[in-house]
């Protein structure tokens, strides 16, 4: 203990305490928000405390008593084909629901599961995997899904839905989840009983800032709209729009034209659907993606480089045709120094296009400006050659069409771990349509994209209105709220 001269020194006794991250509780105090009975000292951290005694200057309730539940998914049977889906965390992320790569249900399984059917107003959260808890999905349209057993959802009842999406999202809901992850070095998980008890704050502009995020999910999809009309320009230049594809199992091929041509065996690839698509493509003007593009490869560094803090490092799992999310890896600062050129040389510039050989092949994604991070060995980096022959962002939007998607699934079919070979995507076939038409494609997409970030903003003003109101008040967020329209 910290002496004076007549003996312990309280004061200097407490500025020591502060100093240290160290919390003394008695066992009176251990219980509170904590309905998991947690003993680590990670529970019960300073920036929690104080997060705490920021949020309850607000009136607050528990979020089971504002919800008709709060409850896990189930562990549905899966099918191959095309059906409903069923939602797992890569379809959830930064306040969004995807309902792309979702596994798939018949229609007799989503019945057998009508409770954990999704409704607008419900909001989605990631509940296992370490770096993955605590991914958040607002549930906005009335499309057929449910959700599976690392999901947890929250159904309000007797409070605003949007707003209760834009709490946890806000940095005091993302800190209160981050304390609820149990498991260490491990499998983590979020418990429901913990989700159950999380204050939630009433404040008086619940209904505005819900206002916000309604609105930030229709300019959203509004711009889900414009993409689809990019997508459909294209197939109606091509006479693709009612194409329908071949469904015979036999497709006849002799040892010539089959093995000796391209080295292949299985049965998948001579499907008649993947052939019809080629010939289509090359009736008309197209080229291979070696012409018109230059490829390169990034690194694999592994695992071992990986670090808490430092440069992002970007994985298939972290980008879609639609955008690139935070990753959750990052590359260590000692690696980064000893790489210091080689990294500078990798950091993909304004105009790359992204695209996957490994995991989700096909997936391409054109960067609107320079990115400060290093990308993974599975995704190759596109540069158009000549851009007065074809457009960045239509190349991009060809590329995530079902013309190249099909060419993916023939080259890399056939194995567990999907890998597509770099000599298959050089020989990819991409038509090239007339400048004008693939201009008009261009601006449809630069418009989704110039929506989409609108959305991303409105998002945040509703985030940052709600800690703004805990803060300081009500008052002074709806001022911040005023101030962003103006912008």
Same mark, same amino acid.
């Given at each position: ?21 160290? !919390? ?61 889906? %069923? ?94 992850? !149990? ?152 690696? %980064? ?25 096909? !997936? ?10 290093? !990308? ?112």
């Amino acid at each position: 203990m910290p002496e004076g001269r007549g003996g312990f020194n309280e004061e200097k006794y407490k500025a020591l305490l502060e100093e240290l991250e160290i !919390t003394i509780k008695d066992f009176k105090e251990f219980g509170i928000n904590n309905s998991t009975f947690r003993l680590d000292s990670e529970f019960f951290r300073k920036e929690y405390l104080k997060l705490y005694k920021s949020l309850y200057r607000k009136p607050c309730d528990k979020l089971e008593v504002l919800t008709k539940w709060v409850t896990q998914g189930p562990n549905p049977v899966f099918q191959e084909e095309d059906g409903i889906p %069923c939602l797992t965390g890569r379809n959830i992320n930064n306040g969004r629901v995807s309902y792309e790569n979702a596994d798939n249900l018949s229609e007799e399984e989503y019945i057998n599961w009508k409770r954990f059917q999704i409704k607008h107003g419900d909001t989605l959260i990631t509940l296992k995997g370490k770096g993955s808890i605590g991914k958040i999905g607002y549930v906005t349209d009335g499309r057929k899904a449910i959700f599976s057993r690392n999901i947890g959802i929250i159904r309000p009842h007797k409070i605003n839905t949007g707003y209760v999406n834009a709490f946890i999202l806000s940095k005091y809901g993302a800190k209160i989840i981050a304390r609820g992850e !149990t498991g260490g070095t491990g499998q983590s998980t979020l418990a429901i009983s913990y989700l159950k008890n999380i204050d939630v704050p009433r404040i008086e502009i619940e209904e505005k800032i819900g206002a916000l995020v309604e609105m930030s999910e229709q300019v959203l999809i509004d711009s889900q709209s414009q993409y689809e009309q990019a997508e459909l320009l294209l197939l109606e230049t091509l006479g693709l729009k009612d194409f329908e594809l071949s469904t015979e199992p036999v497709n006849v091929k002799g040892f010539k034209e089959s093995f000796l041509s391209t080295g292949r065996l299985d049965a998948e690839y001579y499907q008649k659907k993947y052939e019809e698509v080629i010939v289509h493509i090359t009736d008309q003007n197209h080229d291979n993606l070696a012409n018109l593009v230059q490829i390169k490869k990034s690194i694999e560094p592994g695992s071992d480089v990986y670090s808490e803090e430092g440069l992002p490092f970007l994985r298939v799992s972290d980008f879609n045709k639609f955008g690139i999310t935070e990753p959750d890896k990052k590359l260590s600062d000692t690696f %980064c120094k000893e790489n210091k050129e080689l990294l500078k040389k990798l950091k993909p510039k304004k105009e790359t296009i992204l695209f996957s050989k490994d995991g989700s092949v096909g !997936t391409a994604y054109m960067l609107r400006k320079d990115e400060d991070l290093i !990308t993974s060995g599975a995704i190759l980096h596109l540069t158009v050659k000549d851009t007065s022959q074809i457009i960045p962002e239509y190349l991009t939007l060809a590329l995530n069409s079902k013309l190249v998607q099909m060419q993916a699934e023939r080259d890399a079919g056939g194995s567990i771990i999907l890998h597509w070979r770099i000599s298959e995507i050089e020989n990819v076939v991409v038509p090239i349509i007339d400048y004008t038409k693939q201009e008009k494609i261009a601006a449809f997409v630069e418009e989704s994209f110039r929506l989409k970030n609108q959305s991303e903003q409105l998002l945040e003003t509703a985030k940052r209105a709600v800690e703004i109101a805990i803060e300081q008040d009500e008052e002074a967020a709806i001022q911040y709220i005023e101030m962003k329209k103006l912008k």
